[in-house]
């Protein structure tokens, strides 16, 4: 998948904006503040319908405007060659903000009637600091993580997703509606809303039985990958390197394992096991979203013995590996193989000269697609791309880029 070129208008601080991008290398270069990081996030908006770093649309106006519009021109692959005999094939993404209004998100001339259909058709994986989340965050970061690659792959997965989450909004706020009308005794009253509790708990058994299945074998198959990528970057010759003073007797061996209670107990029995304890809390005890990434350095919690280097490879071996996971040949749509879009937004912090080298020298490979990265230092980022690098570099300041 390539974005041939983007219109930019009114989106955060970048006023107007009309770029043509290179097939694999695209570089923005200036000082924080800027606006390179908004230029990122107009692209994974286009993937996702969001923004990456808000929920609420109007935050993404320019201040003063009352609207804004994204639009990419992208290329892809096409299994089979067009009448004209050409073997690609392009079409335009949309998005256009306005206050008060909801958000017009269109394919070539076609409004999608929902945005869950978009998801999937532009895999996209963003790197960015904001990633240290993912050891420092409780578990909702990490299963996010899982939830976005997976969907990206499979609708039904989102579908299932969506009403899961639904129906656990609906399970916690009958049981704190039933413990407030009976915080004395919780046995044996309020038939009605023990018969309503049941029939929720039927309802999200089918969907977290598919969440956890389509879960566990992500990581089956992701796993593998994090581990070459991890390998890859930290350049370790043995399991004996550690890299932190602190723990000397802790080698650099990451161990990544998915966790579910769904691995060792039937959902159904648990909601009925657990009813009295899931009242008395307010809210629901078991299923998937419980679910977690258990991170590691030999048999040590990563956030407890990592140190920053060991932490910052940790994730990005996760996300590069979310890219190659998402670019394998198996599983894409239509027999195309579109490997995904990668963001590397100031990436280069807190890590050696050497595995930064590793990186870029992994990156520009056949296997990844096309790259936007930023940096704040222009004969910086011309040093770790190297000479040979076919790169395009934009200059942003102050919104604007050239």
Same mark, same amino acid.
């Given at each position: 998948?390539?974005?041939?070129?983007?219109?930019?208008?009114?989106y955060?601080?970048?006023?107007?904006a009309?770029?043509? $991008?290179?097939?694999? %290398?695209?570089?923005?270069?200036?000082?924080?503040?800027q606006?390179?990081?908004?230029?990122?996030?107009a692209?994974y908006?286009?993937?996702?319908?969001?923004?990456?770093?808000t929920a609420?649309?109007?935050?993404?106006?320019?201040?003063?405007?009352?609207?804004?519009?994204?639009?990419?021109?992208?290329?892809?692959?096409?299994?089979?060659?067009?009448?004209? !005999?050409? *073997?690609?094939?392009?079409?335009?993404?949309?998005c256009?903000?306005?206050?008060?209004?909801?958000?017009?998100?269109?394919?070539?001339?076609? #409004?999608y009637?929902?945005?869950i259909?978009?998801?999937?058709?532009?895999?996209?994986?963003?790197?960015?600091?904001s990633?240290?989340?993912?050891?420092?965050?409780g578990?909702?970061?990490?299963?996010?993580? /899982? #939830?976005?690659?997976?969907s990206?792959?499979?609708?039904? +997965?989102?579908?299932?997703?969506?009403?899961y989450n639904?129906l656990?909004?609906?399970? =916690?706020? %009958?049981?704190?509606?039933?413990?407030?009308?009976?915080p004395?005794?919780?046995e044996?009253?309020?038939e009605?809303? $023990? #018969?309503l509790?049941?029939?929720?708990?039927w309802q /999200?058994?089918?969907?977290?039985? +598919?969440?956890?299945?389509?879960?566990t074998? $992500? $990581?089956?198959?992701?796993e593998?990958?994090?581990?070459?990528?991890?390998?890859?970057?930290? &350049?370790?010759? =043995?399991a004996?390197?550690?890299?932190?003073?602190?723990?000397p007797?802790?080698?650099?061996?990451?161990?990544?394992? +998915?966790?579910?209670?769904?691995?060792?107990?039937?959902?159904?029995?648990? +909601?009925?096991r657990?009813?009295?304890?899931?009242?008395?809390?307010g809210?629901?005890s078991? &299923?998937? @979203?419980k679910?977690?990434?258990?991170?590691?350095?030999?048999?040590?919690? %990563?956030?407890?013995?990592?140190?920053? *280097?060991?932490?910052r490879?940790?994730?990005?071996?996760?996300?590069l590996?979310?890219a190659?996971y998402?670019?394998?040949?198996?599983?894409?749509?239509? =027999?195309?193989?579109?490997?995904?879009? %990668?963001?590397?937004?100031?990436i280069?912090?807190?890590?050696?000269?050497?595995?930064?080298e590793?990186?870029?020298? /992994?990156?520009q490979?056949?296997?990844?697609?096309?790259?936007?990265?930023?940096d704040?230092?222009?004969? @910086?980022?011309?040093?770790?791309?190297?000479p040979?690098?076919n790169?395009?570099?934009?200059?942003?300041? !102050?919104?604007?880029?050239?």
């Amino acid at each position: 998948m390539i974005l041939q070129s983007s219109n930019i208008l009114n989106y955060r601080n970048i006023r107007e904006a009309n770029l043509e $991008f290179g097939d694999k %290398l695209n570089c923005f270069v200036g000082l924080n503040g800027q606006g390179k990081t908004n230029v990122l996030d107009a692209i994974y908006l286009l993937s996702f319908a969001k923004s990456a770093f808000t929920a609420q649309d109007s935050l993404n106006i320019t201040h003063g405007e009352e609207m804004a519009m994204v639009q990419g021109v992208y290329r892809e692959a096409s299994p089979q060659p067009s009448p004209e !005999g050409k *073997g690609d094939f392009s079409f335009t993404i949309s998005c256009g903000l306005r206050k008060g209004v909801k958000k017009q998100f269109r394919k070539d001339k076609k #409004d999608y009637q929902r945005l869950i259909d978009h998801i999937g058709l532009i895999p996209l994986v963003m790197i960015s600091p904001s990633d240290q989340q993912l050891i420092d965050e409780g578990s909702d970061e990490r299963r996010r993580f /899982m #939830d976005v690659v997976i969907s990206q792959l499979d609708r039904k +997965y989102l579908d299932c997703l969506t009403t899961y989450n639904a129906l656990l909004k609906q399970r =916690n706020a %009958l049981l704190k509606k039933i413990a407030d009308e009976q915080p004395s005794s919780l046995e044996g009253r309020n038939e009605v809303g $023990f #018969d309503l509790l049941e029939v929720l708990e039927w309802q /999200m058994v089918e969907p977290a039985q +598919y969440i956890f299945t389509k879960r566990t074998e $992500f $990581f089956e198959a992701f796993e593998p990958y994090f581990q070459e990528v991890y390998q890859r970057i930290s &350049g370790r010759k =043995n399991a004996t390197e550690t890299g932190n003073p602190e723990y000397p007797d802790t080698p650099e061996v990451p161990v990544l394992r +998915y966790v579910s209670q769904l691995q060792d107990r039937d959902l159904r029995e648990a +909601y009925v096991r657990t009813r009295q304890r899931d009242l008395i809390l307010g809210w629901t005890s078991q &299923g998937v @979203h419980k679910d977690d990434l258990e991170m590691k350095l030999g048999e040590w919690p %990563l956030k407890q013995v990592g140190s920053q *280097g060991q932490q910052r490879t940790f994730v990005l071996a996760m996300k590069l590996a979310q890219a190659l996971y998402l670019g394998r040949d198996k599983g894409t749509k239509d =027999n195309v193989q579109r490997k995904p879009i %990668l963001l590397l937004d100031d990436i280069f912090d807190r890590l050696d000269s050497e595995r930064v080298e590793r990186i870029v020298e /992994m990156v520009q490979g056949d296997e990844f697609g096309q790259i936007f990265i930023t940096d704040t230092d222009r004969q @910086h980022l011309t040093e770790i791309l190297k000479p040979n690098a076919n790169a395009k570099i934009f200059h942003v300041e !102050g919104g604007k880029v050239e």
